[in-house]
């Protein structure tokens, strides 16, 4: 086949191909790498992986983006490590199933990505005999998933760092709990603070030698593996489904179009988001404002007001946007209309549908779930489509017991993978929002 080479949205830096994309993650004109060609899955190749399992179907789809780089024995064993747990699609009415992606070690969806991200950078890495410093500034769940699935790596040590008082216990002991080659730093400031301190780390050039990197989603090896669950969904469902997808910074939402790109029979993306609707208000009006500073709706990771994708999303449908989210070409808004339908959902209608689907299915779906049920509401409300649709539930109940307790008077329990981590010992630094200070902090750690 032939190599698939990585453009840059903002189009000067040069092409590069996937592993070099991998290991730089933002491109040097601050772009974000695109693949050139999207490859095909042919209705041969989709037939063929109707009884497959999900790690088989990873490394399926993984292969198109990655085989002149790394062996199918070594992909092989990237998908089965990384993918050692469930994909549930519950079918909760006739033509609505819900797929959970919350099954993995950290119980959100950004496992999938995170835990694919990490393998394959280690295994580069070896290739390259290179080492890495990660850092990573989180309000929650990235830095859960990231420091979970980058636990134990040899080649690379990660510094992650959370505002202090702003997550909660649960999100803090499922990085704080781990240890060896993690690293985790309580910021006395917000989530802006930290992630001022690492990008003034970046920018430092006392700390060139360090190698440092990222594992933001920005990285196209976090997009690849969330191409997958569109595919398994569509072979478990077996026929033509619209998927809906809850949104912020609009990385799950690329990997739905890139499946379809690649031949998946998905009809239609019900793009959902919270009270953050510049994506809403773009495909309606065609102007683009991003919403700053974002507002804070209690599906808490989808409090974009400029989601970094965007700039992918425009790039797939002709059009160019630069990293401060100015548009140079605008894109076929034909095509993207004809593909999907995006509609903002408030905090009010989240909780209403939080309860409304527990009454009504016996189901208990959390508030990101519920901001795409909603959606999907709306969408066949406005269209009568009867095609079967895919809702995406990207995180476990339990993440969020206050919205659960207040509207439902439920205790969602806690999976085993999180219970383990809320037993064993902490261990973390405090600090002050410095940065001399955090600089200290990195050189000590490398
Ligand atoms: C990150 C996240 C989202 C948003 O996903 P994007 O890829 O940023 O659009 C939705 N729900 C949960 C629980 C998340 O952690």
Redesign the pocket.
């Known amino acids: 086949m032939q190599e698939i080479k990585f453009y840059s949205t903002n189009l000067i830096a040069k092409n590069v191909n996937v592993k070099e994309a991998v290991l730089k993650g933002l491109a040097e004109d601050k772009g974000l790498y695109m693949p050139d060609k999207i490859p095909a899955l042919t209705e041969k190749e989709l037939a063929e992986l109707k009884n497959a399992d999900y790690p088989e179907i990873a490394f399926a789809i993984l292969k198109k983006f990655l085989s002149n780089f790394v062996s199918d024995d070594e992909l092989k064993k990237i998908c089965d490590d990384a993918y050692d747990f469930p994909v549930p699609i519950e079918k909760i009415a006739d033509n609505i199933s819900i797929m959970r992606l919350d099954k993995g070690p950290t119980a959100?969806?950004?496992d999938f990505a995170a835990r694919a991200m990490a393998r394959l950078m280690e295994l580069f890495l070896e290739q390259e005999n290179k080492k890495l410093l990660i850092l990573t500034a989180t309000s929650g769940?990235?830095g859960s998933a990231v420091a979970n699935a980058f636990h134990g790596c040899e080649s690379i040590k990660l510094i992650v760092l959370f505002p202090e008082k702003e997550i909660t216990d649960r999100q803090r002991k499922l990085m704080t709990t781990l240890g060896d080659n993690i690293s985790v730093v309580a910021i006395d400031g917000k989530f802006d603070d930290c992630q001022a301190l690492v990008k003034d780390a970046f920018v430092d050039t006392d700390l060139t030698g360090l190698n440092l990197s990222s594992a933001n989603?920005i990285n196209f090896a976090r997009l690849m593996p969330?191409i997958v669950y569109y595919v398994y969904a569509y072979l478990k469902l077996d026929k033509e489904i619209n998927v809906c997808?809850?949104?912020?910074?609009?990385?799950?939402?690329m990997g739905g179009l890139i499946a379809k790109k690649m031949g998946v029979p998905i009809k239609k993306f019900i793009v959902a988001v919270n009270e953050n609707d510049e994506v809403a208000n773009f495909f309606k009006t065609q102007l683009y404002e991003k919403i700053e500073p974002s507002k804070n709706c209690i599906?808490n990771?989808?409090n974009?007001g400029h989601?970094s994708?965007l700039s992918r999303l425009i790039a797939l449908y002709g059009g160019i946007m630069d990293e401060k989210g100015s548009i140079k070409k605008m894109p076929d808004m034909e095509k993207i209309h004809r593909d999907m339908n995006c509609y903002s959902v408030s905090d009010e209608e989240t909780k209403q549908e939080i309860k409304s689907i527990y009454k009504k299915y016996g189901v208990i779906v959390?508030p990101?779930g519920a901001v795409g049920l909603k959606a999907m509401k709306n969408y066949i409300a406005e269209t009568s489509d009867s095609t079967p649709v895919v809702c995406v539930e990207?995180?476990d109940p339990a993440?969020f017991p206050e919205v659960i307790r207040e509207v439902i008077n439920i205790d969602p329990p806690l999976p085993e993978s999180m219970r383990e981590a809320m037993e064993k010992e902490e261990n973390y630094e405090k600090m002050a929002c410095d940065y001399e200070t955090f600089k200290k902090f990195i050189v000590s750690s490398s």
Do not use: C, R, W, Y
Not at 245 to 253: H, R
């Open positions: 959100a969806f950004k769940d990235t989603s969330q997808i809850p949104s912020g910074n609009f990385g799950n939402l599906s990771a989808m974009v989601p994708n959390e990101h990207t995180a993440k």
